[in-house]
């Protein structure tokens, strides 16, 4: 045997001790064993003329790991003279793989115990890659609904797709961190909320751009079910706080609040309003009413508001502002001038009259009109209104009339 500088380094051997000697005096036995058995292809007349194998050397009691080339040298008539081999030396690129797997199994460790799914997309090809936490999360057995990312996004909850698309995009220009609540759909058609958390891991070689993502999502069904319930809660005490049970109008305090914010826009000129179309009110009160409560009792009084307030309920657009004033006294704050206002207030007359016709008591109702002038306050305008209404009340009821 003969060898270089660098294979007497290798071996801690001196240049001695390795030329003239063979393997099975230089090497270990287990090792000089290897040696020889992947060097058998090499001596056959069949076999390949050059290998190439992973070994680990065992040296001074040291591991080492190495990958050696060998190819046989012939002579004219294809008789073998010999072999001629390298060793190189990878202890530490080895060293560093199975610290990256042992990172690997850690992190797949941890994200097991802690529930957390884990997902990479590969924004080029489309594809993505799934963890096994993420498909017994979801309840699938195989990625066959999940092998892309389009089959991934099919299970996302309609209203919440385009959320997802946006800032999954949005994550890559920016370069940032994305994360979204979401809901996806299991293979019984029943969906989950997750939470999901992601950013770019990998730039395109080329374009410099980012072209691969990682994502981990946790179940926060129960959470979310939980914020759900406390906002429906809330919403319903604040329906209760703001809406009148009886006949589905806002109650005053709110309905002051909310026409005199729009009044401010108004007058300052915050609100996008087309010319020539300010705002109008009318007033509403249904004519007899105590006399209704002294014949017929209170029960016949309020089911006669509660009729009233879903007739007119239905009548309304979604932006005008209909509200129980006090008693059987109400208003409605719209987005007309006066002129549109008529006729808007004589089918309101006319849908009250229909509502009540062949019962047992057919109310009838005053309505007072006046318009906004700009710059005026909600007293100022509810004045003019309550003075169109006093004097359709005094000139016979069962009537409309108009203040400008």
């Not at 999954?168 to 979204?180: D, G, H, S, T």
């Not at 759909?185 to 909320?193: A, F, G, L, R, S």
């Not at 007359?349 to 057919?362: C, D, L, P, Q």
Request: hydrophobic share 40%; proline share 3%.
């Amino acid at each position: 045997m003969i060898c270089n500088k660098a294979l007497q380094n290798f071996l801690h051997l001196k240049k001695e001790d390795i030329i003239g000697k063979s393997v099975f005096e230089i090497l270990t036995s287990e090792d000089a064993k290897t040696c020889a058995e992947k060097e058998k292809p090499l001596f056959d007349p069949k076999g390949t003329d050059c290998v190439t194998y992973e070994s680990v050397r065992i040296i001074n009691g040291k591991k080492y790991y190495v990958i050696e080339r060998k190819r046989a040298i012939s002579d004219q008539k294809g008789e073998i003279l010999g072999i001629v081999g390298i060793i190189i030396d990878i202890t530490e690129l080895k060293k560093a793989q199975e610290k990256l797997i042992a990172e690997e199994n850690r992190l797949k460790l941890a994200l097991e115990i802690g529930s957390i799914a884990y997902m990479e997309l590969d924004m080029k090809t489309n594809e993505i890659y799934i963890s096994d936490t993420l498909l017994q999360l979801l309840g699938y057995e195989s990625t066959v609904y999940l092998g892309s990312l389009d089959k991934f996004v099919n299970l996302i909850h309609p209203d919440d797709r385009e959320h997802f698309i946006s800032g999954l995009y949005a994550c890559l220009v920016r370069n940032a961190i994305f994360v979204l609540q979401f809901r996806i759909k299991k293979p019984n058609d029943e969906y989950i909320w997750l939470e999901w958390k992601a950013r770019p891991i990998e730039k395109d070689f080329d374009s410099g751009e980012p072209a691969k993502i990682a994502a981990v999502m946790v179940d926060i069904t129960g959470y979310k079910s939980k914020v759900l319930r406390q906002e429906q809660i809330i919403s319903d005490l604040y329906s209760v706080a703001t809406t009148d049970s009886l006949t589905g109008a806002l109650v005053r305090w709110t309905g002051e609040a909310y026409i005199k914010r729009i009044l401010d826009k108004m007058n300052n000129g915050g609100l996008n309003q087309e010319p020539g179309c300010p705002f109008s009110l009318i007033m509403i009160d249904l004519d007899n009413f105590k006399l209704i409560n002294d014949t017929y009792g209170h029960l016949m009084g309020d089911a006669i508001l509660s009729k009233f307030g879903e007739a007119i309920k239905k009548s309304l657009r979604k932006n005008d502002i209909f509200v129980r004033w006090g008693g059987d006294e109400f208003l409605i704050f719209c987005q007309n001038s006066i002129d549109q206002t008529i006729p808007m207030a004589e089918r309101l007359k006319h849908i009250i009259e229909e509502a009540f016709f062949m019962e047992e008591v057919s109310p009838t109702v005053c309505i007072g009109l006046t318009h906004a002038n700009p710059g005026e306050s909600l007293d100022e305008i509810f004045k003019r209104a309550d003075e169109a209404l006093y004097k359709a009340k005094k000139e016979g009821k069962n009537r409309i009339c108009i203040v400008r």
